[in-house]
């Protein structure tokens, strides 16, 4: 691979963690000016990487850690950025958990994830209003409002799980619980995490307890100040979505051509298929894959 990158100087790589994130940067860079053959590439689908070479490397198993795998690999082998740009998931980054290796070919999204590109009144004006065709008083503005709070709820539900080590699965509508409970969060959270630990044998729990979870989700509650966006795993904004338009305008979903929008995996393919190109420019991660597209200086990500 890095002595493709060095013969074949026209190849523009990108490559991503999925095929979902690779057909959004497909269809990003196919009206922007660029020089030389451009192509985006989920990482299992360019290179192949396996569980126990991650684990041999300290990284958690999954995409993302296949793309720093691979990050690390092209900067040991001093590949030239101009050949191929990585992009990860900021992800728990925010809070500390997840590193991002300061690698000139390695990019990370401005937010959490690709998908909170698409959490602006803009784009969800236009999914409400074209998409669903919900009626005016259904605004872009209050459901943000609205699902923030059981997003960022969410981001440290699943955050708690994992660094617990204890392999306990989010349950089942966790999203639906957490939306339902919003008035009382924290009774919502403390609910998910005891369904969560029944999926796990108590041999395998060691000194994990649903009260030992909350007290670390109050912990890192404490560091989600700021900017929301950088606080919610980006598959759950569609499920919350789902959730706000059942309880605030049922009615959306009851026509034959909408009724699939009730799946979270449908209304996040209707979600982002409304996101604006030239707004995303306005961000640093597409600002500086513009530059490079074009090949111009680009600098390194922070």
Known sequence: MAMLYEVEEEIRDIIVEGRTDKRFFDWFTSEEKTDGLVRSYAVSDRVYITDAELMSKGLLTGERSRVLYLSEFLAAERVNSRSVNLVIDSDLHSIGLDACPNY????????SSIEVYALSEQTVNKLLRIGLGAPEEVTAAHLIESIQPPLVALFIVRACLRESKTGAPIPGKAAEKIYAGRGNIAAAVEEIFRLALDKVPKTQREAITKESLMREFRSLEQMTAGDARNFINGHDISELIVQYMK????????????????????????????????????????????????????????
């Open 247 to 302: 309880h605030r305008c049922k009615s959306v979903f009851n026509g034959e051509s909408r009724r699939s929008f009730q799946a979270p995996p449908v209304m996040e393919v209707l979600m982002m298929g409304h996101v604006d190109r030239a707004s995303l420019k306005d961000y640093p991660l597409f600002a500086t894959l513009c530059r490079w597209l074009a090949n111009e200086e680009s600098p390194a990500e922070d």
């Open 104 to 111: 000139d070919h390695l990019l990370r999204t401005d937010f």
